[in-house]
């Protein structure tokens, strides 16, 4: 694989870390020629790595470059990859989850998506995403930078960090305080009993029996939530 495609989403991700003029970035990963990017990324790890990396650069640059705010940073289109125009909203919703509804707890496909999209969609869900993707807020994952060829073992890395600082388990109430991530994409991660398996596996905590309970969000903005190294 020609490694100068995904390198060119984690190089922007990296400039906008260091607070340095994305300009360069910006017009490299919109001059991408198309059919080089479905050529280029056919499996599900290559495009998992440069779309999750091109959703975090670009939120940070157009909430702290460009100053703009939600709903709009979500749902317009204002990511220019690859002579293509892309909102947020279809880089998650569309190609990262495989065209699910936005608002359907991760049960309901978007029936009115792009033939495009569909076209650079992955093929399943993974519910790791969710501990990849970050939107600026204080309960969002941290940021961290995306390789293909290690890109399962650092979702499991991120799912294993996410979920220690935010899920606490109370054994005498027999309870789960979970993410609020769990609760929006709950389809994605299987149901709440897809949450107890992915409790149980990460956090090695039997969960038979115990009550998921969905956690507050907050939503007060850090743009510098990048991962240590």
């Known amino acids: 694989m020609n490694k100068d495609i995904p390198k060119i989403a984690a190089d922007f991700l990296l400039a906008l870390k260091m607070q340095q003029q994305p300009d360069d970035h910006l017009a490299k990963i919109s001059a991408l020629p198309l059919p080089i990017l479905f050529q280029e990324l056919r499996s599900e790890q290559?495009?998992?790595?440069?779309?999750?990396?091109?959703?975090?650069?670009?939120?940070?640059?157009?909430?702290?470059?460009?100053?703009?705010?939600?709903?709009?940073?979500y749902r317009e289109k204002l990511c220019h990859i690859a002579g293509q125009t892309f909102s947020l909203d279809e880089i998650e919703h569309g190609i990262l989850r495989r065209y699910r509804a936005k608002l359907a707890l991760g049960y309901l496909p978007n029936l009115f998506v792009p033939k495009l999209i569909r076209q650079l969609a992955v093929k399943e869900i993974d519910a790791r995403i969710h501990f990849a993707l970050n939107c600026g807020a204080i309960s969002c994952p941290p940021i961290a930078f995306y390789?293909?060829?290690?890109?399962?073992?650092?979702?499991?890395?991120?799912?294993?960090?996410?979920?220690?600082?935010?899920?606490?388990?109370?054994?005498?109430?027999?309870?789960?305080?979970?993410?609020?991530l769990g609760y929006w994409y709950l389809g994605d991660f299987g149901g709440r009993r897809g949450i107890r398996k992915i409790v149980e596996h990460y956090l090695k905590v039997n969960t038979g029996g115990y009550r998921i309970v969905f956690k507050d969000y907050n939503w007060d903005e850090d743009l510098n939530n990048f991962a240590k190294e």
């Open 46 to 73: 290559q495009k998992k790595t440069f779309w999750i990396n091109c959703y975090n650069a670009f939120f940070l640059h157009l909430r702290r470059n460009n100053g703009i705010d939600k709903p709009a940073i």
């Open 147 to 180: 390789a293909f060829e290690k890109i399962d073992q650092q979702l499991d890395w991120a799912s294993q960090s996410f979920l220690e600082s935010e899920t606490d388990i109370f054994p005498d109430k027999q309870e789960i305080h979970f993410s609020r």
